[in-house]
């Protein structure tokens, strides 16, 4: 058996050797260049090589190739109870799926109770499903009770009635005072948008609601309304719309926007009457002053629509687009806060910002 085996391993060197030299002098591995050497592309003409003389010894020595990638610790394949995960007697394997893969991975007697878990699991998921079911079902009851309460605050604050009784003095400046009392939403305001709020009537919210074919159908999410006072003479718009829909499944107990929309898309303001829109004077050394015009941070920035477009599958994108679609995001990110910060705060709570407002109101005229 000696000389065998030492003439098996003469033809191995001998057979890596013209593999080797192969690699390293053919002109398929320099780019279909001329053959002057390995000055070109030695490292991979190398490796290409050792790659080769690996898969000789390994079959000279009859061992499998791909068995011995299998990590330490994994299962036998001849054991393996999984489908697909077939033994072909060489030491390969079948593909596997990933699902398999990872199942793979868990030792055989956690199997039985990896599946009590997961029937466990999929019980939960119907459960938390049913919650979320019920809680629209309740939220869409409460909401026609809370809009008759804003309708009876909506004719006190504007015309004076309540408990039946006639028209009186309203409230004056009552939503633009509870928005100067919120501390998060009197921060977007400048001294524009003050004003251009002194004409606000209403700020309501509802549910989005669909009717096709005589059917009416809830969508998840919900509507802002903002009515202003008309005429005004600011804007040619009553109300303005911002419309924040929402994806039908929840994740880990949380509603994921899909989309914000506005209506109308673009607020008709009469000239130079733009919130966002700032007159700055510049003074030259020669004395002259000119006033320039630019757009600036305002609360109706808010109404503008943003869209951020899915991408498409396998595209790559340039740093600059990667960038501008994180700035989008932001963008809705604060946009969503905001709507939240109106339906769930400022709406429900007008009574105590608005008497925040005001106190702040009276204290600086005071001072």
């Known amino acids: 058996e000696r000389p065998r085996a030492r003439w098996r391993a003469v033809a191995v060197c001998v057979c890596a050797l013209i593999v080797v030299s192969s690699a390293l002098f053919s002109p398929k591995f320099h780019g279909g260049q001329p053959r002057v050497g390995i000055a070109f592309q ?3 003409a190398c490796r290409r090589g050792l790659s080769a003389l690996r898969k000789l010894i390994f079959r000279a020595v009859k061992l499998p190739f791909k068995g011995l990638r299998r990590r330490k610790g994994a299962p036998d394949p001849k054991a393996s109870p999984l489908k697909g995960d077939e033994y072909d007697g060489d030491g390969n394997w079948e593909p596997l799926s990933e699902a398999e893969m990872a199942q793979a991975r868990i030792p055989p007697e956690l199997r039985d109770r990896l599946g009590s878990l997961q029937e466990l699991q999929n019980q939960f998921n119907q459960v938390q499903e049913n919650y979320f079911q019920e809680k629209d079902a309740l939220d869409r009851r409460y909401t026609s009770i809370y809009s008759a309460e804003y ?30 009392g919120h501390p998060y939403i009197s921060s977007l305001l400048n001294q524009r948008d003050i004003k251009v709020l002194e004409h606000l009537r209403d700020v309501r919210s509802g549910p989005l609601q669909v009717t096709t074919q005589g059917a009416t159908k809830s969508i998840p999410g919900y509507m802002l309304e903002f009515e202003f006072a008309q005429p005004n003479p600011y804007m040619d718009d009553k109300v303005l719309q911002k419309i ?18 506005s209506f109308p898309d673009k607020i008709s303001w009469k000239p130079m009457k733009d919130p966002a829109l700032e007159a700055v004077k510049k003074t030259f050394k020669n004395g002259t002053v000119t006033k320039e015009i630019r757009v600036g941070q305002s609360f109706f920035n808010l109404f503008t629509p943003i869209h951020l477009d899915p991408i498409p599958p396998g595209t790559r994108l340039s740093k600059q687009e990667y ?18 910060w109106i339906q769930e705060d400022l709406i429900p709570q007008a009574t105590k910002y608005y008497k925040l407002g005001l106190g702040n109101a009276t204290s600086s005229s005071v001072s």
């Open 244 to 261: 924040y829909i929402m994806q039908p499944k929840h994740s880990m107990g949380q509603s994921v926007l899909q989309s914000i929309k």
């Open 151 to 180: 309708s009876k605050r909506k004719d006190l604050v504007n015309f004076g009635k309540f408990k039946g009784k006639g028209p009186s003095k309203a409230v004056p400046d009552f939503w633009k005072l509870a928005f100067l």
């Open 323 to 340: 960038y501008e679609r994180a700035m989008i995001e932001r963008e809705l990110a604060f946009d969503l806060d905001f709507g939240w």
């Open 42 to 44: 030695p490292f991979r």
